[in-house]
């Protein structure tokens, strides 16, 4: 059930945090038990998180493949009826992505809770698997990848371009979990503080579900005009309007007075959601999105929470129903959110150290590794 | 349509801030509109808030008459066919009890956001309506007390005794509210920060909707033990366990080791809040209560808000709605909740200066002043 | 406070269910109170509700003046201070429309519920305000129109035109009060129960929140290019595909073959209530929309409720931050949702009786009254 | 892994409906695979369904043992290391219940929509599982009855007897789920239609829930008898009581003149559900719970719906989850909510048509199977 494989393969390896990633040869696993996979890497994605990690600013095991959005052709399969988590045939040579995270389907959290996203034995390709013994490849950048049976794997059908899938990469699922939580309604106004990744999901999203009007808090220039280019009526550039009270009476005076109805902090700074608080109206929404890292604790003050009667909101990574949502959204909507075009630099696996040094300096759209480019 | 008024009456007047209040006199009003009453006060609650007023923590308006958890008779009606709240015809002697807060019904909190709780011109006797002129009698330290036409007035039924009424006080309204926003379901788990009023009146509330089990921190011994008569299943004493780890495993242990599904804080320092937010499980609700005061902030980490996928919600004060609730609860389960035991201690007008030093240094069940006794 | 008045105006009446409307002449108001107003009628639409009334078909009050989707400019006012319902001063000459349903703001459902829209004493001005006594000015269909000091008039922005209100009508605000029970999320699928005015509007939302795919059944033709104009991805005309099953059929193709997720209907006739339930993948949400009559019962069996977990909802009427929503989604997206492009005949009051008929033989798009023209 | 377990057992086999069940031995598997188990059956509930089921009226595949509701303690296990559903270790001897429904954990309804109550693929043991073949033992009506490693078994704890288990029996469970999906709140009026199992149920969990008043309409007499030990505040006898105008002045009598804020159906005729819409208040909340059967339609209004502005809501059968709650419930609350008390009447396995007879004329109270008494 295979397509002619070769022995081993290329992987750029995360060996020591601060170390330039070293290129290693991996042997491919021999036997795929049924439901396992091994996809050929088409496109792996330069997540931000890979930088941080990079830095060390996670615990996580080494030796580790980075690499977490991923898409790739199916090169051999453990059993020939696999299907995709939809139910539908995978076949050697479709096309996939898949989600990063393994949940243990028995723990609290995955069955009293219904809250997966927060398994107890949670792993995540790309982060919590080291590549230290077979089956080694299981990470985005390298030219194959293993698939264990549990891993939820979407087949990705003809009209939706690789590039939508790891130009929105793990962001958007991000941002679809988040929007899940919120509940927000057509016709509030929605302020998004941060430009970045997830907030141009998050301001996609808010679009498409009528958001009005829809602002967003960020830089630099470049990115607020991607922005606008996707839907936001009123960008404020935190580099032009440095002082918080004057942003704070640009926002109130787009809505109503009072403040948004509900504000998605996707900056990843926690004075952000200091200066979040004051932005939302009372009885409003405030979506705690961009602290996927812990960028330790600012002093917020619990009163506002009772005064202005807000609730704050959190959610965590994703699941597979978010993804099934992000990629027909991606497929029929990506004319007016064009996240295709965000990809802006590709590197091969001999260049993933300049490709880490290009995310972290902020000098890219999104770049992705080619791995068999 | 009045029993014979006198010409004036004797108030407890707060002219300085950390000053003693004064007994002066004021006359009542010769005139009513319709709906307008008068009341001559049976029992006057003093509250927590009081002493924190009469600090000056707040910016309010001098002279005034605190006071706002009050019962009395009907002395004067402007109109024979004044009604009460929910409709039923009021008399001359009839007792009743009121809502503090009086709103505009017309800015966007009231109108657009049905949040009038927030509303942006609200008026609270005993808080922001000062005594200086006429119809002065605006607090429940006196002997009589006013209430304008827009006042929510409660007719007290004869099987709620005033005890029960000032003895809960606004620490059950204010509960109510909090867990209307809660939406707290049975056979949830669910932990009391906080002993006090707020803390025991919450308990109250957890423990008529099913919360199972009911866990609370707090103290001293004697609160912590009135819990355990309203039906706390583990109380956790916070002068014996000082350790925040210990506190946290005990929690932990009471709940299947994952946390609470639901967390009240009812204590009003910003710490307790860093503390709560570890005690609740992922995926649970946090209710900020306590912090109708403004404590200041605490050191807060959002990436908790994020990774535990919590909901932080808040509630401000009540609406008339939440007493109906609150009275009918008082009037049908008191067996079980004793509110009306709580009253330790009465003072005449005279002393109401030795009753807030009682009441701050926590010498007190619920302290009430008897204007008339 | 008032442009030079007309002592009378003209108005059209109906006398008897099934009878021709007669033009007569009421005296204008000579005082108005404080917040009262009088309005020289600009637009009054023909509601479908409007031939239902004039056939009988509820019980209302007679003689009555119809119309309750108005605009018009303020020619009187009882106090140079009044406001509009959203805070903004009111002036002579100034364009506003208005709810039609005024509220009590005393019984249980106005303080209590929370549910003003059940107001136990609702007035609504076209339908339960008989004109046999002054002020008589209680209906769209007259030169000028009285208001209440307790009605929630709207002043309407000046890039807003009355073509666009009355173009969407009654219909637009009843389906922002859907659609806020519903709670629909974006990349919901949902399906439209008819192509009438309650339909367009439902659709039109439905757009506007992020419906994918979003279909509607109903007919004829051109209400359904119409609808595909409003962006439906999928209509099916019912004068085409006659047989339920093969509609069945077309919706579960269209949405994964398990039914839609919301499905709305806005038909009026209890038969399509049966079939859509079938129409609602399980576990999906049903909005009674399209009942404000009562068009009698059908078979509808109850073990679809329990074995499909359907939530039906439903939501009668409008309140007035309904309009605020419904006036603010006009006036930014008319370019998308051209509600003013609806309005296909205009008559003036001698011509009411063609008017009705008109609508009632479903020869026009909207029908407007135009009392002034 | 196993006690000495017999050859053979006897089982009590559905070979036609409405023919007397016979009894049949049938050989235990050999061989378990990891997390199968055999369970020496303790108690097998006869459930009202099964009356039905042997009446025909579902299709259901036969040979079938019938039972699902049982009781009983691990006779052996596939591995040594098999957890119950919560992740605790099972021995040989323990006592467990279990789920009857086994979902298949792939198709939509079980990934995508997360309702596994729907499951495409459900299979329900006593229901949907013949026993024609090998491992045959799949119902409670037997000594011994096979468990699939997909099973949710709970271990039951020492202090929790099996007679409240099976007394509660799967009415306890379909009303966890039921009240899951009514997020009713404390303090809320609770009207109950029907005092059978599934009524009482929810009559149980309204209390606990802090239902005020709680009503319950049913018969016959010792049935509301039981209601009233269990904490309704009100029963109606549907016998002495036949004019429904007569029990709906008594409804709204009992509830502030409006009716209830939450109707709850446990009866399983759609008339009760005519009746029923119009015992809610308006705004009300409406389940249906008691049509776990197909008894067909009745002339429903949809008007009501609408003007009413209900929320009728519907659950279907149960999940593990709610097993955990239920079971926890039984462990902690029995004294209050005496369900182990319910049964009245034991049969051997000879004796199960008996056992059906009474049953189906409503002799009983719980009726059990003793298999191996």
Same mark, same amino acid.
């Given at each position: 059930? %295979?397509?002619?494989?070769?022995?081993?393969?290329?992987?750029?390896?995360? &060996?020591?945090?601060?170390?330039?990633?070293?290129?290693?040869?991996?042997?491919?696993?021999?036997?795929?038990?049924?439901?396992?996979?091994? !996809?050929?890497?088409?496109?792996?994605?330069?997540?931000?998180?890979?930088?941080?990690?990079?830095?060390?600013?996670?615990?996580?095991?080494?030796?580790?493949?980075? /690499?977490?959005?991923?898409?790739?052709?199916?090169?051999?399969?453990?059993?020939?009826?696999?299907?995709?988590?939809?139910?539908?045939?995978?076949?050697?040579?479709?096309?996939?992505?898949?989600?990063?995270?393994?949940?243990?389907?028995?723990?609290?959290? #995955?069955?009293?809770?219904?809250?997966?996203?927060?398994?107890?034995?949670?792993?995540?390709?790309?982060?919590?698997?080291?590549?230290?013994?077979?089956?080694?490849?299981?990470?985005?950048?390298?030219?194959?990848?293993?698939?264990?049976?549990? &891993?939820?794997?979407?087949?990705?059908?003809?009209?939706?371009?690789?590039?939508?899938?790891?130009?929105?990469?793990?962001?958007?699922?991000?941002?679809?979990?988040?929007?899940?939580?919120?509940?927000?309604?057509?016709?509030? %106004?929605?302020?998004?503080? /941060?430009?970045?990744?997830?907030?141009? $999901?998050?301001?996609?999203?808010?679009?498409? $579900?009528?958001?009005?009007?829809?602002?967003?808090?960020?830089?630099?220039?470049?990115?607020?005009?991607? #922005?606008?280019?996707?839907? =936001?009526?009123? &960008?404020?550039?935190?580099?032009?309007?440095?002082?918080?009270?004057?942003?704070?009476?640009?926002?109130?005076?787009? @809505?109503? /007075?009072?403040?948004?109805?509900?504000?998605?902090?996707?900056?990843?700074?926690?004075?952000?959601?200091?200066?979040?608080?004051?932005? $939302?109206?009372?009885?409003?929404?405030?979506?705690?999105?961009?602290?996927?890292?812990?960028?330790?604790?600012?002093?917020?003050?619990?009163?506002?929470?009772?005064?202005?009667?807000?609730?704050?909101?959190?959610?965590?990574?994703?699941?597979?129903?978010?993804? @099934? !949502?992000?990629?027909?959204?991606?497929? &029929?909507?990506?004319?007016?959110?064009?996240?295709?075009?965000? !990809?802006?630099?590709?590197?091969?696996?001999?260049?993933?150290?300049? =490709?880490?040094?290009?995310?972290?300096?902020?000098?890219?759209?999104? $770049?992705?590794?080619?791995?068999?480019?």
């Amino acid at each position: 059930m %295979s397509t002619s494989l070769p022995a081993s393969c290329s992987c750029a390896v995360m &060996t020591g945090f601060n170390q330039p990633l070293e290129t290693r040869s991996f042997p491919l696993p021999r036997e795929l038990k049924p439901g396992e996979l091994i !996809i050929k890497v088409e496109l792996a994605g330069v997540c931000g998180t890979d930088v941080h990690l990079h830095k060390g600013e996670l615990k996580i095991p080494l030796p580790l493949i980075l /690499g977490h959005e991923t898409t790739g052709r199916v090169a051999a399969m453990g059993a020939s009826d696999t299907k995709d988590w939809l139910g539908r045939p995978l076949a050697i040579g479709d096309r996939v992505s898949f989600t990063v995270g393994r949940t243990c389907k028995t723990c609290r959290y #995955c069955r009293v809770y219904r809250l997966p996203s927060r398994c107890l034995n949670r792993k995540a390709y790309g982060v919590s698997t080291p590549c230290g013994e077979a089956p080694h490849l299981l990470g985005g950048y390298g030219q194959y990848h293993f698939l264990y049976a549990d &891993t939820a794997v979407f087949r990705l059908p003809d009209d939706l371009p690789s590039e939508a899938v790891v130009g929105a990469g793990c962001s958007l699922v991000t941002a679809v979990h988040g929007f899940e939580k919120l509940q927000m309604q057509w016709a509030e %106004s929605v302020l998004i503080q /941060g430009s970045g990744p997830v907030g141009l $999901a998050s301001l996609a999203i808010a679009k498409e $579900a009528g958001a009005r009007p829809l602002i967003v808090i960020g830089g630099p220039r470049d990115r607020l005009e991607r #922005c606008q280019r996707f839907g =936001a009526d009123l &960008t404020i550039d935190i580099d032009e309007v440095r002082d918080p009270a004057v942003r704070r009476k640009m926002v109130l005076d787009a @809505t109503g /007075g009072l403040g948004a109805d509900v504000v998605v902090e996707c900056v990843g700074h926690p004075q952000a959601v200091v200066e979040g608080w004051e932005l $939302a109206r009372d009885g409003g929404k405030y979506l705690v999105l961009g602290h996927y890292g812990d960028a330790g604790p600012a002093m917020l003050n619990p009163h506002l929470i009772t005064r202005k009667e807000l609730t704050v909101l959190g959610a965590w990574g994703s699941e597979p129903q978010h993804w @099934t !949502i992000a990629l027909e959204f991606l497929r &029929t909507r990506r004319s007016d959110y064009p996240f295709h075009e965000l !990809i802006t630099h590709r590197f091969s696996i001999g260049q993933v150290n300049e =490709a880490l040094q290009a995310v972290a300096s902020w000098q890219t759209g999104k $770049a992705v590794i080619v791995p068999n480019g």
